[in-house]
């Protein structure tokens, strides 16, 4: 199997494998096929990779827009304490805060593969979890939902394995000691 390294080679490696390279029926579909893996990656990644730090700074009434890519809240915190927070609508409120600066931490969506941004951290670290959802979703519009069933499996056990590996990057051996007398 030829190397996945960038948006270019990923799109001719699903061609190949489809054995419809050349075909502008297929060919013409694959960004919407890796659009559509993209959507599946952000609803099903967990990884560390995926968080963003940013400093927000609030108007009077402690309210400032959500970043970029925004998908959830992993901490809120405003001279390095916890700072309670609302999401409302695409912004984010700090309570009882008013003008300041906080820092966010968040879970971001995965940077897109396009002609302009041809690679990504995910694209990097696992080409194959980019190739096996390609497969999928090329499968289910080629109308062969066996294939697609296989290859989603194959992509779903790289994505719990890359959550896993995430999870101990983050924590390893990390144990929990609870103070006091422990019956």
Request: hydrophobic content about 45%; some cysteine.
């Amino acid at each position: 199997m030829p190397a996945i390294t960038d948006y270019d080679s990923l799109q001719k490696e699903v061609a190949g494998w489809l054995e419809r390279e050349g075909d502008t029926s297929l060919t013409d579909r694959l960004p919407s096929i890796i659009q559509a893996a993209e959507g599946w990656f952000n609803r099903k990644l967990a990884g560390y990779q995926r968080e963003v730090a940013t400093t927000l700074s609030t108007d009077a009434s402690g309210t400032v827009a959500l970043p970029a890519g925004f998908v959830s809240v992993k901490s809120v915190e405003r001279d390095g304490r916890p700072w309670p927070w609302r999401l409302s609508g695409k912004s984010i409120q700090m309570v009882a805060a008013g003008v300041g600066s906080f820092d966010l931490v968040y879970a971001s969506r995965l940077v897109a593969l396009s002609g302009d941004n041809t690679t990504n951290w995910l694209l990097e670290d696992a080409p194959d979890a980019y190739l096996y959802a390609c497969m999928a979703q090329a499968s289910v519009m080629l109308e062969n939902f066996t294939s697609a069933a296989i290859y989603a499996s194959q992509a779903e056990t790289i994505l719990s394995d890359l959550n896993l590996q995430s999870t101990a990057a983050q924590f390893g051996m990390a144990s929990l000691s609870i103070p006091g007398v422990v019956p």
